[in-house]
């Protein structure tokens, strides 16, 4: 492959994640290069948010490792894992906007977190900015409950890229929104990740976005990676594992 | 059989219970504190809830005196009602039906908006942006409940005991002079500190209870209703196991 | 964050109006056990304290002075309390004052009374001993009122004999002037019935003599026996005689009584009539007990007469004539 040279963002080697007696994830093994779309399809319960999860720290893996940017996130203390977090960025499937506060305060947050120093000057502009990549800037002050899903989920990607992040994990971004959104979503995340030049994985079940994101597409079924290859390259194989996801 | 295994879960909650109850001081007590947040909690906490607690209190106050009345007429010392009153309001009744209000209303909200944080990813979220949720969500409010129940017990008193005084009113005729005298000649230090400390430990129970079960909160719509349930009725059921514990300890020190 | 603000500030005035509340409720309870303020210790030793503990209060003249402090077994028979009095008081207190345990109303706490003695006599200073009043206790005070009501109960026995043997006497009947008066008079009474009937029944009987005489009605024909019109002539001379006497006595009571109610109203007092003479109360007795006699036998005389067949129809006619009269009489009042 022609990206094979690039830097290696997120190497995942061997993991094992398990809830109480079942194995969720048993051996897994990932690369995601610098600028590379990674797809992640799978069943449901088959273990693709736990995967995401464990590499943002949210989880603890049982064993295996898992390298961001060379560094071992399994290994890390809690300030240690802020500080990686910062160059990760993380599309909750639910968007997780925070209820109580204003659009704008959502957006804050993360900012005046996790660069204390900031001035307010460059907070406001930076939400500006984010608002306005996404074409929202008018929700500025309006509360998570007064918008639509659609918007909801466009103000949750603002709020993931405020923080420049290298590498952005989405979470089923197009689950519960009809098609056309969904469009507006995906060509929205190809658009900040040609400008921002970010790596992302990206974890769905809906084929059409498969199509228009991946660059390399895996398929998750007993927390193995079972096949890895393109969009293409998938729909081409007669495996039934495969094919029952392109029907 | 299955009672073995319900006492094991009883066992097992308790002990989740008590572990999240050392993080709280482990990890809640240590910089960096979450100032904006915490006087956020408290005013919702605390400023909230006094029309609510004012009125319960206040029934209560006149009820109460309504109530005592005739069995102190039956012993000719109804002149005692605002002294039985003062009493029973500033040692019992005010911190406990105040606590118990505070715990329907607070328990539950913190119950159900951390369990519906929880189960929109909202805490996950959090995380991720670099704060940490025990500090910011939990920490904030059990300090809250902690201070902020003592403050509403004590405003609730004072309307409790206005209540009473009108109620001493309705059938006889005393002034507020000669009531408020009454009423603090036979209060003491003995009566008045041990029913405000109770109140800090009344006030910890219903933000810890509250907080733990939004926090552990299962999936779904039904998750989170269940958490807000059973944040009051275990936090009500620890306000009266504490306020046992705390007349025995009381009783201990000779302070009653 | 202009709402912010304002929330704030209503955090701020709900903290500090409950902590201004409980600092107030502090402070007035530290007021009421004397912690603040510079006050000052005495002294008193008392033999019992009946039920007195710390934190009772101490009142000088009745006015709330202080708290006992502290209470200190000495030796078997005396106690050491120390009250920590308040300053304005203290320059009020003499050294000669006296202390005693009390009880607030009936059942209350119990308070140490501080009174003043006349007399000269240094303030007080720090640490000073009182003078100690032992004062009966609620128990001794029960005792003592049970010990009067027996008193009072044997006196009451004593008195209650005299009064009865006071009432038996003589004298008391006779004090009674009233009664004497009433039944005097309805003697006197009885006395004008009797007459007035007397004369009636003798007018009556002229009639019936004369009636049989002229051979009228149907007694008539029997009364050719001599006998019954010699024993009926008898029994009208009787009849004349007893009105007769009857007519004296009335007068001689009428004396009798007229004296008595002259005495009377000159203000000599009952008292004074009755003890004249007692000889007089019981002459009074023996002519009414006679009297009484008299008019009894007159009318067993008449109810002989009345029953005797022969005048039967007579009385009969007399009682027809005085129903009809009674009749007419309802009859007219009726119509009116």
């Known amino acids: 492959m022609e990206t094979a040279t690039k830097e290696q963002v997120i190497v995942i080697k061997d993991l094992v994640k398990a809830f109480g007696d079942k194995k969720i994830l048993d051996g897994f093994n990932l690369t995601v290069e610098k600028g590379s779309n990674v797809v992640i399809l799978g069943k449901s319960g088959s273990g693709k948010s736990v995967l995401i999860k464990c590499i943002i720290g949210l989880l603890q893996s049982d064993s295996g490792s898992i390298h961001v940017f060379k560094e071992n996130i399994s290994q890390m203390t809690e300030d240690e894992l802020d500080q990686a977090r910062s160059k990760i960025g993380f599309l909750f499937q639910s968007n997780a906007l925070y209820d109580s506060m204003t659009i704008r305060e959502n957006l804050e947050f993360p900012l005046i977190r996790h660069w204390v120093d900031i001035s307010k000057e460059e907070v406001e502009r930076l939400v500006n900015e984010a608002l306005e990549n996404v074409d929202l800037l008018h929700t500025l002050d309006m509360m998570p409950s007064e918008l639509s899903g659609g918007m909801l989920k466009r103000v949750a990607l603002a709020r993931t890229m405020i923080l420049r992040p290298e590498v952005i994990l989405y979470d089923e971004p197009t689950t519960g929104l009809d098609p056309v959104t969904s469009r507006e979503i995906e060509n929205l995340i190809l658009k900040l990740q040609k400008k921002n030049h970010t790596s992302s994985i990206i974890i769905s079940h809906d084929m059409n976005c498969v199509k228009n994101t991946a660059d390399l597409v895996v398929l998750l079924l007993e927390g193995k990676c079972y096949i890895k290859g393109t969009y293409e390259e998938l729909k081409q194989s007669t495996d039934e594992n495969i094919k029952q996801f392109f029907e | ?256 | 964050m202009g709402n912010q603000k304002v929330n704030n500030i209503k955090l701020g005035a709900f903290v500090l109006s409950g902590l201004v509340l409980m600092i107030f409720a502090f402070f007035i309870i530290g007021r009421n056990n004397n912690i603040f303020g510079n006050d000052f210790k005495l002294k008193v030793r008392f033999s019992n304290l009946n039920g007195l503990t710390k934190g009772n209060n101490v009142l000088f003249s009745g006015l709330q002075a202080g708290t006992v402090k502290e209470i200190e077994l000495i030796n078997d028979s005396t106690i050491e309390v120390t009250m920590q009095i308040n300053s304005k008081v203290k320059s009020f207190i003499n050294k000669n004052a006296v202390a005693a345990v009390g009880t607030e109303g009936l059942m209350g706490n119990k308070v140490v009374n501080i009174s003043p003695v006349k007399g000269m006599s240094q303030k007080v200073a720090e640490g000073d001993l009182l003078q100690a009043k032992n004062m009966a206790n609620m128990d001794e005070i029960i005792e003592k009122l049970a010990q009067t009501n027996n008193n009072v109960a044997s006196i009451s026995e004593v008195l209650k004999g005299t009064v009865l043997r006071i009432d038996s006497s003589a004298i008391l009947k006779l004090i009674n002037d009233e009664s004497i008066g009433i039944s005097l008079k309805s003697s006197l009474e009885n006395i004008y019935k009797m007459t007035s009937n007397a004369n009636k029944m003798t007018i009556g009987l002229n009639h019936l003599v004369n009636d049989i005489k002229k051979g009228k009605g149907t007694a008539g024909l029997l009364l050719t026996d001599t006998l019954v019109a010699g024993t009926l002539k008898d029994a009208v001379v009787q009849i004349r005689a007893a009105s007769v006497n009857a007519n004296s006595m009335t007068l001689q009571l009428n004396k009798m009584v007229k004296d008595l109610s002259h005495d009377l109203s000159n203000g000599k007092g009952p008292i004074n009539t009755l003890l004249k003479d007692s000889l007089m109360a019981k002459n009074i007795s023996f002519t009414m007990e006679n009297l009484q006699k008299g008019t009894d036998g007159f009318n067993q005389n008449m109810e002989a007469l009345k029953h005797n067949f022969l005048f039967r129809g007579y009385f009969r006619k007399l009682e027809r004539q005085k129903k009809e009269q009674q009749a007419e009489l309802l009859k007219a009042t009726q119509q009116r």
């Open chain 2, 1 to 256: 059989m299955s009672l073995v295994i319900r006492f094991k879960n009883f066992l097992d909650e308790t002990g989740n219970i008590a572990r999240f109850t050392g993080r709280f001081f482990s990890v809640g007590i240590k910089p960096r504190y979450e100032h904006k947040e915490f006087f956020n909690q408290c005013y919702i906490i605390g400023y909230r809830s006094l029309p609510l607690v004012g009125l319960t209190a206040f029934i209560m106050g006149l009820v109460l005196t309504m109530q005592l009345r005739p069995s102190l007429v039956d012993y000719g010392v109804e002149s005692q009602l605002p002294v039985m009153v003062g009493l029973a309001i500033v040692r019992e009744i005010g911190p406990v039906i105040t606590a118990l209000i505070f715990a329907g209303k607070i328990g539950s909200s913190i119950g159900a908006e951390l369990g519906s944080m929880k189960v929109t990813e909202q805490i996950d979220a959090m995380t991720v942006s670099g704060i940490k949720p025990f500090k910011y969500l939990v920490a904030t409010r059990v300090l809250a409940t902690t201070l902020m129940l003592p403050l509403l017990t004590i405003l609730g008193d004072a309307i409790s005991l206005f209540g009473a005084y009108l109620g001493v009113n309705i059938r006889s005729v005393t002034s507020f002079d000669l009531f408020f005298l009454q009423v603090f000649k036979s209060l003491d230090f003995s009566d008045v500190l041990p029913a405000i400390t109770k109140t800090l430990f009344f006030g910890f129970a219903v933000g810890i209870v509250g907080c733990y079960k939004g926090f552990n909160s299962t999936k779904g719509t039904q998750g989170v209703g269940i958490s807000a349930n059973s944040a009051v009725v275990l936090s009500s059921v620890l306000i009266f196991i504490i306020d046992l514990l705390a007349v025995q300890i009381t009783e201990l020190l000779g302070l009653n």
